[in-house]
Every structure is written in structure tokens, then in C-alpha cells.
């Protein structure tokens, strides 16, 4: 298991622990948090949560005010709190360590405002709470925990009763000059004293860290998530703009294939996959650009083979343009990327639906990628699944995540994808229900 997320008073979720695997697929009626999550995934996971007043909204993904964040049926409407346990690998240790976080968020002037936050680093455990302009703080050597579900089940009721009662032996942070009153959450941390090691006595206080610690990407598995809107953006006939920043609604993605199409090595994977997937998908042959001059900012146009014959991207169906900015991104992106994905069927035949589960296999499977996939395609689903069965090496951990609404909360449910690509037997009553009645409908049963 690469990580948990925890959700408790925020958007309909009450003490909630999602798995993330390698590759999840979040399936579910509409308004069961599947948006949520994933866009809480992507906040978190980007340095300016922990570099800056920790904001959960940005460019690409907002939350509202506190109000709509905080869950609409809870009998305490004062907070809402969010936490993360994973486990690392790559420091060299001989066994994994768990770590975790939890923050506890309050309204403010009608926004979430950062209240208390612990961060357990696998040996140490420091807490800091905001109270005005005052940073209140508690640091100790913690437990050696192994997996992230030991950091859940052993410390995380600890911090969320440390929290909700605000005690503690907490002391007030001493603040370096110059700095504002209330601190960015990376720094508050950065300058808490550390315990040092006891001496025989079992008595020596505790000492100032002697340097600052690198938190990131300590506070998250990965330094960034992909983030990849449910509606794309519509084709131009012509590109000329100099540079493109990127974007979720995949405006960008014109400009990163003449890049890409540029060098030959990224050229020659550009084509492999752009001739499978379209043949795969029936889309098209291949995705050409034509430039209208040799310099580097010459205009130039985006063309798709069908039937031999280069067309206009604007001319041909919506599903390829939909299509084009997840096939580029998994793409251009490293090893190891993780990517939150909506709705990436939109606009596509259900056999190009289908293709989007082999890509997702192979992008998991070769590049270790991973994937949270919010949505209603079975053709992708089953697809990915089928998989499975002629994988000759060891396949990603994967999981469909079933939302849906019980008492008026939202519920998680996981549903791992075995090792033969099948679905266990026990999986929720409401995940087959619909599709089974209305196949029964359709027989006239």
C-alpha cells in the first residue's frame, strides 16, 4: 500500500481512510466525493501547502469557503481535518518507515484557516498550533512504525483527541526576527526545537535543530500530482503562441507535441503509441504537425491520419481532441508520476474507452506511474482488467474505490483487482446493483 488519505467533517466524509494503490479507480453516483478527493489529493501534494499559508484551493482546483468544505450533516460545523500516511522507501533504511500528518482546519473569516498540524517523520513526532499570533509547539521522539497503517492505528486517535481537546504540554515557539507573525507552516516546523538524545541521567533538555529539515518530499510520496480535467480544451485550426503554460484542460498540449516531435528519441515513443492506441481505439493512424515555416515560432497545426489522409484536428471528431492531452501527458511525463484523472472517456466510443484501460495498464506496468482515475467507463475498467490476464511480470496494485452515500455520508469502499485481473466476490451491494437491474429490464426478467 503506498499511502492513505484521511477525511473527517470535509465534504461528506467522517473518519474516513482511503487506500491509494498503484492504479484506483474511483467509480460511484455523482456527488459521492470522488471530485473531492481527488482534488484534495492534488493540493496536498504540491509545495505551497506546506511553503505557504497552507490554502486548500489554487489555479486548477478550489473548494469554496469553509462552509462548503466543512461536511453539511455534521452535528459540529466548527472544523474539518485531512492527514496522509505513507511509507518510505528510498532513504536507504533497511526496513520501510511509516509517516504521516494530520491538520485540523477552522473557519475564518469565512475561510479554512489552519489550526493545529502534526507530522510524525518516522522517528519524530512535532505538533504546533496556531493561536493568534502565537505558534504554540510540542516536539518528542515518537515510535518506530513500519507501514502507514500502523501510523493510522497507533498515533493518528492520538492526534485527532490532541486536537479536538487542545491540550498537550505544548511551549511557545520562538519566532526569528524579520519573520511574519504567523508562519508558514514548512518554517514553523523547520525551527522547532529538537529532543535531543538523553544522556545517563536521562535529563538533557531539549536542543535547537541545527539546521533545517527537508520536508518535501518528505510530507508527500510525490513531489506533485498531474491534474487533468473532465473537459478539455477545443481545437484550433492554428497554434502561434510563443510559450504555454501548462494546464488541466490540456490548452497546452499542441505545443508539447511540437516539442516532443522535435527530438527523435521522444519522437520515435510519440509515434509508437500515438499508432497503437489509434488503431487500438479507432480513432486514427497517427498525429502529425505541419509548420508553416522553419523558425521556431513559425505557426503550425496539429493533423491526424485517418484512412492515410492528414486532417485537420479541428475538422475531425471531439473524441480525438478529448483524447489527445491524456495520451501526451502520460507521455511526456517520468518514471514514477502520479496523475489525477477525470473522467477521461468523455466524448469517446466505447471501444476507444477500452484503449484507454490498456494505455493505463502499460503506463502503470512499464513506467510505474501512478494513476487516480475518476470514472463511469466499465469498457476501461474491464479492459485494465483483462490485462492481467496475459501479464508475464509482476502487474500494479490496483483497486476500483466505490463511493456512495450511506446516512448522508459519503462511504469508501475498496475493491482490489486480483492477481487474475478479477474482482472479489464480496464487493458492496450498491456497486452492481444498477447494472444488473437494468441488464434484468432488459430481458425482460
Not at 478550489?62 to 459540529?76: K, N
Not at 492527514?83 to 526496513?95: F, K, N, Q, Y
Request: a neutral charge.
Amino acid at each position: 500500500m503506498r499511502c492513505y488519505v484521511y477525511l473527517d467533517n470535509f465534504r461528506g466524509f467522517r473518519n474516513t481512510r482511503i487506500p491509494i494503490t498503484d492504479v484506483n479507480f474511483l467509480v460511484g453516483q455523482n456527488s459521492t466525493g470522488k471530485t473531492s478527493t481527488l482534488g484534495l489529493m492534488k493540493l496536498i501534494s504540491t509545495p505551497r501547502f506546506f511553503y505557504a499559508s497552507p490554502e486548500l484551493s489554487d489555479e486548477e482546483v478550489t473548494f469554496g469557503h469553509f462552509s462548503d468544505m466543512v461536511s453539511a450533516h455534521s452535528s459540529d460545523r466548527t472544523y474539518f481535518r485531512v492527514g496522509l500516511a505513507w511509507e518510505r522507501r528510498d532513504r536507504g533504511d533497511s526496513e520501510p518507515a511509516g509517516l504521516g500528518w494530520l491538520a485540523t482546519f477552522v473557519e475564518r473569516d469565512g475561510l479554512p484557516q489552519l489550526e493545529s498540524f502534526t507530522f510524525y517523520d518516522g522517528k519524530l513526532e512535532r505538533s504546533i498550533r496556531y493561536e493568534g499570533d502565537e505558534i504554540l509547539y510540542e516536539a518528542a521522539s515518537g515510535p518506530i512504525l513500519s507501514s502507514p497503517s500502523a501510523v493510522l492505528d497507533s498515533r493518528l486517535p492520538a492526534w485527532v483527541e490532541k486536537h479536538a481537546r487542545r491540550d498537550g504540554d505544548f511551549a511557545k515557539l520562538s519566532r526569528p526576527k524579520g519573520l511574519p507573525p504567523r508562519l508558514p507552516l514548512f518554517i514553523a516546523l523547520s525551527i522547532i526545537p529538537v529532543p535531543a538524545p538523553q544522556d545517563a541521567s536521562g535529563d538533557r533538555p531539549p536542543s535547537p535543530s541545527s539546521e533545517l529539515p527537508s520536508l518535501l518530499p518528505d510530507v508527500f510520496p510525490t513531489p506533485g500530482v498531474t491534474w487533468i480535467a473532465p473537459i478539455r480544451t477545443r481545437p484550433n485550426r492554428t497554434y502561434d503562441e510563443l510559450t504555454l503554460a501548462y494546464s488541466p484542460e490540456g490548452g497546452h498540449t499542441p505545443y508539447l507535441i511540437r516539442r516532443m516531435l522535435r527530438s527523435q528519441a521522444a519522437a520515435t515513443r510519440f509515434h509508437d503509441l500515438m499508432k497503437r492506441f489509434g488503431r487500438a481505439s479507432g480513432l486514427f493512424q497517427d498525429v502529425r504537425i505541419k509548420a508553416f515555416g522553419h523558425s521556431a515560432t513559425a505557426p503550425f497545426e496539429v493533423d491526424v491520419l485517418l484512412d492515410a489522409k492528414p486532417l485537420n484536428l479541428s475538422t475531425v471528431g471531439y473524441g480525438v481532441s478529448q483524447a489527445l492531452p491524456v495520451l501526451v501527458e502520460l507521455l511526456a511525463r517520468g518514471k514514477g508520476s502520479w496523475f489525477a484523472i477525470q473522467q477521461p472517456e468523455v466524448h469517446l466510443h466505447p471501444c476507444a474507452q477500452a484503449a484507454l484501460g490498456d494505455l493505463f495498464f502499460e503506463m502503470a506496468s512499464t513506467n510505474k506511474m501512478v494513476l487516480l482515475v475518476e470514472t463511469h467507463s466499465d469498457y476501461a475498467l474491464d479492459r485494465f482488467r483483462m490485462n492481467y490476464y496475459d501479464c508475464k511480470t509482476q502487474p500494479p496494485e490496483s483497486q476500483v474505490l466505490f463511493f456512495e452515500r450511506r446516512d448522508r455520508h459519503n462511504v469508501v469502499t475498496p475493491v482490489p483487482i486480483g492477481r487474475d485481473g478479477k474482482l472479489p466476490a464480496d464487493q458492496p451491494p450498491a456497486y452492481r446493483d444498477f447494472f444488473l437491474k437494468e441488464q434484468l429490464r432488459l430481458l425482460g426478467v
